[in-house]
């Protein structure tokens, strides 16, 4: 049983930075795909950034800011973000699946309780 635990969010001033970080409980894969979403109310989710250690995708809105990396013993994820907008509040989910082939998020089974991230 695959469990997500999101945890990093806060509060940050614009220009600022965050970061955020995944555990993958009861993972048995060796590589897989670990994305981050976000989402704000009223709005669809939204793929920011996917990683299957082949793949690596990035949304054109957070390229050069955030930076995906795992620690593969840890079973981690970690999400940096940098120069932080107002734009990027919001509430951060990691989710999983085998590949990153696609970043729909109807396509990922696995998701974390998510974190929420507030930028001022």
């Known amino acids: 049983h695959v469990q997500l635990v999101e945890s990093g969010g806060g509060s940050v001033q614009a220009g600022g930075s965050l970061t955020l970080s995944c555990v993958n409980y009861?993972?048995?894969?060796?590589?897989?795909?670990i994305a981050w979403f976000r989402q704000t109310p009223g709005k669809e989710r939204e793929g920011v950034v996917g990683?299957?250690?082949?793949?690596?995708y990035y949304a054109d809105t957070v390229k050069g800011r955030f930076t995906i990396s795992r620690d593969n013993a840890k079973n981690t994820v970690y999400l940096q973000m940098s120069s932080l907008k107002a734009e990027d509040t919001a509430m951060y989910y990691c989710a999983t699946r085998r590949y990153c082939t696609t970043m729909a998020p109807d396509a990922f089974g696995n998701w974390g309780q998510g974190t929420q991230v507030t930028v001022s």
């Open positions: 990683s299957d250690g082949g793949i690596t």
């Open positions: 009861g993972n048995t894969y060796s590589s897989y795909c």
